[in-house]
């Protein structure tokens, strides 16, 4: 594998990772008022958007990540219309 | 220009715009305490990944997009260190 191969796996984790520390502040604190759904939005539809790209063109990371990050988006917008607002 | 590359240039504009309304909000709230600085720098240090991956590539929608996504998540951190804490 080509190294610049690596790099694009390398990016894909830190992508697949990015809202991780995101959900576990905002789990721990259950304060959510400075995140805005419109990112949010945003985040969710290119993901999809993204899978479409990945999968039309076999690219596992892009794949991986955007599942990930889909599935991340989906927990923190639920978050953003569940815990009350202080 | 095949259709899955425009796909492609969709994916790249959302995953570009993607902080705008975070910024935005920020900004006006003066607020960004629910904000995870652990993301903000995997943001920061994904976008340089991925610069590395988009010039070795010449992939023009990478570079474009995360130029702007590191731009963006720099103003958010210097939010972040800078607001006052509520």
Redesign the interface.
Known sequence: MPW?EY??F??AF??A??????V???WK?K?????????LG??F??VI??L??GF??HLVPVIIANFIVGFLSVVLLYFKFTFPKK
């Open positions: 610049i790099v694009g390398i990016g830190l992508t990772v990015t809202f991780m520390p995101q576990w502040l905002a604190t304060s959510v008022g400075d995140l805005s759904v419109g990112m945003i985040v539809v290119s958007v993204w479409v790209y039309f063109l």
